[in-house]
């Protein structure tokens, strides 16, 4: 065989009518002969194979088939002879979705297809508990019973979760921590944390020769981590709140009332504007030490730690399950860059594209389409945009996945290839008619004219591949809906039409009510996931950050995009968690509070560390379930002892203790009563303090509410401290800030940011109120006399 040369070769294939692809070369074509002699298959054309003049007369064209094994064919099928009945509506002229209004009435005759197809079942396994008929738990020597059922959704992993203590119990700040660490990352130092940011941020200030006595911004100091990490808040917060600067929030309200904040204000330091301009300036998220290589070697060289952690992360927090889908995600990009596409289809625009995976929003992997495709898959013939996919699905861990895509993505080729893919991914999706292997059978050209799209309407065709046994039962099938539409897939089981079931308004009853009608399933469950991808990019969009931001830095818009997927999988892990706690819906956080949790928490100046956090939860854990215990009746043994001490019959002195109900109080009541201790005091160091117990009084975030102290003759603070008067006539203690204020002078002590300045104008107003109110007093003494 090897003794061939390519003209022979292509002779061999050719007289057995073997497809092939012309761009293989002569160890392809030896293959491909070698393949046809193992399968028999025969010789059908004698003598001279085709001649010049024979292939003008012969226009025929024939399927492509030269990707698959020699002999395979496609085979159309036929639908069943008896309709599909129509679901009963009591709308009048009721429709589908696609179908327009004045079409409502004819109804095309729609059919079943009698095949199925024998497809592979998901391998993905997890444990649940196991329950009695009755709904109890099957416990074995005080054990709980588990069993292992298909993993049909998403699922957590329960290393992740106990290496980094989230429960349902767990701040946000806590599963936002899991995928952008605070300190040293758990996982591996050499992973990334904002602990690491700060590092690079510093590096690469030192490296500009910034800081005293250096050639530029010569007031910079070095970061903490903290700071870089209230930074990042402010882009949380902006996400929630956007304003045309982030500096605009750096003001008090009472100086800009639209995009001011006193919180921001009074947790950042004094020079926080000029220290907010030196984070924009050195920000890094690469070690700057290391000497870039080429661009075409690594061309997101800056951000290629943070790319490299999220495909990390993403694999070990989650197990993808049965259904997920590949899709691009496209990041705006204003300035100018050799690898900045020209997107003129999305509202995004121009910018990057990468392409990734998904489930229920969490994006499990990704890979840019500027950086170099994997090498292997190159090599075995696949375009760069199916060798970036294959990579993809290098990152799952178990057979048979069922992943959907659009017509970007699908041909006939590319389906034959994840199937033989090491995890046996199973794809299915609408494709292009031409170019992408879709057999003549069953392609649909568009009519145009109205009256012939009547007629049309509602047909199906379907083919099956036969003859590959390395791609057993690929259907092509096409729809002809508000236009044809043809589908590839290795996932139907059958070609059905399913009822469907949609609330529209009746006019005729006045009501909403339920209409039913007919879809292919093919089509169905394509509409169903191919979504995964759109569920991230819209929560990602919801709160992004950079609302008005131009980012004239690649980098910074790929870290922006970059830090938004962390935040989405923080807040679907959340809901992941919830979910198996079975926590209702209305109990959980919406994305907005989980968000705004982060950013007020990455913005306060003294946060709580994680450790402490992961302790309060632990302890509200147990809090919880020793309510739960108390509910149930705790442990019965201990109870019933000592039910039977208290009554002991022999216990001559006990007396039975009397029931007393307590008075009744309502919660507002409740409320106002202070079971707190002493007060603090107001002096002038304490109400200059940033970081005293009188710092939060401006911060309209938290509740000053009035309560009653507890202190029997309590005297307003402020009079004392500017008048140095004693005012004990409706004096309350504010929840927050514990000090004792009267009724006036409470909004005066949490609203005037510069009350220090204002002391002396203070004071001469309170003197002044105090003698209007004894000439009042004078005033009414001679009159009620003479009465």
Known sequence: MLTYLLVPCKHELAIRQVQFSAKLKKEGLLERL??????????????????????????????????????????????????????????????????????????????????????????????????????????????????????????????????????????????????????????????????????????????????????????????????????????????????????????????????????????????????FRHFKAFFACQDPRKMPPARKVSPLFKVSPVVKWMNFIGHNAVLIGMNAAVDEQTIGFQGRHVDKLRITYKAEGDGFQCDVLCEEGFTYAVYFRNEPPPAKYIRQGFSPLHARVLWLFDQLRDNYHRVWMDNLYLSAKFVKGCYNHERKVLIAGVTRKQGRGIPLSVLQEEVMRKSEQEQVRGTVKVSVLKGDPHCPDLVAASVYDTKPVHFLSMIAPSIQWVKKERQVYNVDSGRVEKMGFLRLNINDDYNNDMGHVDVSDQLRNSYRFDHWLQQWKWWWSIWNWAFGVFLVNAFVVYNQVMEEANVPKKHRLTHYAFREKIALQWIKSDEVSIRQRQRDSEQRQEERSGAVKARLGGDRSEATRKRATMTNPNDNNQRKRRKVTPPHKTRGQMEMVDTKGKAHTLTDSTIASPSGPLAKRCDRFLRHFPVRSNNTRPKCAVHRWAADMEEKKDVYRCCVCEIHLCIDCFPVFHCKTNLLEHKQTLRDQLLAKKEDKKASKQQSKPSSKSS
């Open 34 to 275: 070698r393949e046809a002699l193992k399968t028999e298959v025969k010789v059908r054309i004698f003598g001279d194979v085709i001649r010049k003049s024979e292939k003008k007369k012969d226009k025929r064209k024939n399927d492509d088939l030269s990707e698959f094994a020699p002999g395979s064919y496609w085979e159309p099928l036929n639908p069943k002879e008896e309709a599909v009945e129509e679901p009963e509506n009591t709308i009048r002229n009721a429709r589908a979705p696609t179908v327009p209004a004045d079409e409502a009435g004819s109804v095309p005759v729609k059919h079943n297809f009698a095949e199925t197809f024998d497809r592979p079942i998901f391998t993905g396994k997890r444990t649940v508990p196991k329950y009695h008929s009755n709904g109890k738990r099957i416990m074995q020597e005080g054990r709980q019973v588990n069993e292992s059922v298909m993993r049909e959704h998403l699922s957590l992993r329960q290393e992740f979760l106990r290496k980094n203590k989230l429960t349902q119990y767990s701040d946000p700040v806590e599963y936002a921590n899991a995928f952008l660490p605070w300190d040293e990352n758990l996982h591996d130092p050499k992973w990334l944390s904002i602990s690491k940011l700060t590092t690079f941020t510093n590096m690469k200030a030192q490296l500009s020769n910034a800081g005293d006595g250096g050639t530029c911004y010569r007031d910079f100091k070095p970061f903490n981590v903290k700071e870089i990490r209230q930074f990042l808040g402010l882009y949380v917060l902006n996400g929630l709140s956007p304003s045309p600067r982030i500096e605009m929030k750096f003001q008090p309200q009472h100086m800009d009332r639209v995009q001011g904040s006193d919180y921001v204000q009074q947790n950042l330091p004094p020079n926080a504007t000029r220290r």
